[in-house]
Every structure is written in C-alpha cells, then in structure tokens.
C-alpha cells in the first residue's frame, strides 16, 4: 500500500508540474509581457508578468547578484525537506500527503522557472478597486492550497489519544 500512495503522491506533483509548466507556456506564447486580459471585471485578469524575486514579488528588486543562487539554494532545501516529509507519510492517503504533495509539484514548478530563466512567469491577478493581490501563478497556488491542507490537518486532526477517548 505505502508504495501505491508514493505514487499517487508522486502522480499528483507530477500533474501540477505539468499543470504549471503548459499554463507558463501558454501565458508567454499569446500574451506579451505586462499585457493583460480581462476576465472578470473589477477583480480578475490574466496578465503576463515575470517574477525576479521570491513568492508575491519578494526581493524582486533587490540588486544583488546572488539573489537568484539563493532562491534556487532555498527551493531545493525546501524540495528535500518536502520529499522526506511526503516519503515519511505517504503510507496511506492523508490530507498531510496530499498537501505535501501540491507543495512539492509546485516548488517544482517554480524551480524549473528560475533554473531555466531566472525568473518565474505570473498571471492570474486578483483586484477590488486600487487593492491588488500580486500575481501569481499555477505552481504559488499549489503551495498555498498545499500548505492550508497542512495547516488544517494540524489544527484539526484528533491524535490518536483522542481517536481512542472518542
């Protein structure tokens, strides 16, 4: 069974990749950059931007000439903690397995970006008015989902002390 749940897990970071890498492509093909379409007027469109920092336009206007070694040295730290994480738990489906796998098919996702072209295509853009949530992309949205199964599986999962009172 353990071996049936690797795969799944691997399955599903292996969609997300692919998932992301066609959406980025699609994205850059028909859309110049920092050109937008409107989807939903007043709150969403597809835009094509590049991301040279880190997650939300972090450190994308810092200077420095390390700056993508080191987001390149912090996603493969991450990708190696994620993998012992997800190989540790997938011995049977879990929202843990299933969370650390959208985390690790998206890290990848965006690690491909920086490895190939040091920065990350983003474009799905969310908006009310003058407030706007920085562009992200199919690869950010796995991490978060990921992380939110995570998060709720920590917040509101009975350990078995609790299972067995219960």
């Not at 489906?93 to 098919?105: C, R």
């Not at 998206?106 to 407030?131: K, T």
């Not at 690869?139 to 989902?145: G, H, K, L, T, Y």
């Amino acid at each position: 069974m353990p071996h049936a749940m690797r795969k799944f897990h691997l399955l599903i970071a292996l969609a997300i990749v692919c998932l992301d890498r066609v959406s980025k492509l699609a994205i850059a093909k028909s859309i110049s950059l920092h050109e937008s379409i409107q989807v939903l007027p007043g709150f969403f469109r597809i835009t094509h931007v590049e991301n040279r920092g880190a997650a939300f336009g972090l450190f994308a206007d810092s200077p420095s000439e390390w700056k993508i070694a080191v987001l390149v040295l912090f996603s493969i730290v991450a990708l190696v903690i994620v993998s012992a994480l997800l190989w540790r738990n997938s011995h049977s489906m879990s929202t843990t397995g299933v969370g650390l796998a959208l985390i690790l098919g998206g890290a990848l996702g965006n690690l491909w970006d920086r490895l190939v072209s040091g920065r990350v295509v983003d474009f799905l853009l969310f908006y009310i008015g003058q407030y706007q949530w920085p562009a992200f992309n199919v690869a950010d949205s796995a991490i978060v989902v990921g992380a939110g199964l995570l998060v709720f599986e920590i917040l509101f999962s009975k350990s078995p002390a609790q299972e067995k009172s219960a």
